[in-house]
Nanobody, 116 residues
């Protein structure tokens, strides 16, 4: 059974930092590329960061230089370090395996709210 459990969200002031975690089970984590998505109020869900099984990363332009995605294959966990947060980063954040087989699997997400 596939489970994706996101945590680490919260309320933070603009300029602050948060570290999100996502514990994955039911997948071959160490060979699976992973991503972080977010969905803000009234917005479509967008992909903000990806990491391959070997650690190569990519970021949306909106978060480049502020967010860092990483993974710990021993813990089946992917992280998103978010620095210099802005009010427009307010969203529910989701982690997701980036393979077609898991296209319909989503966790419950974790809410990030950035106050100005």
């Amino acid at each position: 059974q596939v489970q994706l459990v996101e945590s680490g969200g919260g309320l933070v002031q603009a300029g602050g930092s948060l570290r999100l975690s996502c514990a994955a089970s039911g997948i071959l984590f160490r060979i699976t590329p992973m991503g972080w998505y977010r969905q803000g109020p009234g917005n479509e869900r967008e992909l903000v960061a990806t990491i391959t099984s070997t650690g190569s990363t990519n970021y949306a332009d909106s978060v480049k230089g502020r967010f860092t995605i990483s993974r710990d294959n021993a813990k089946n966990t992917v992280y998103l370090q978010m620095n210099s947060l802005k009010p427009e980063d307010t969203a529910v954040y989701y982690c997701k395996p980036l393979t077609t087989f898991f296209r319909n699997y989503w966790g419950q997400g974790t809410q990030v709210t950035v106050s100005s």
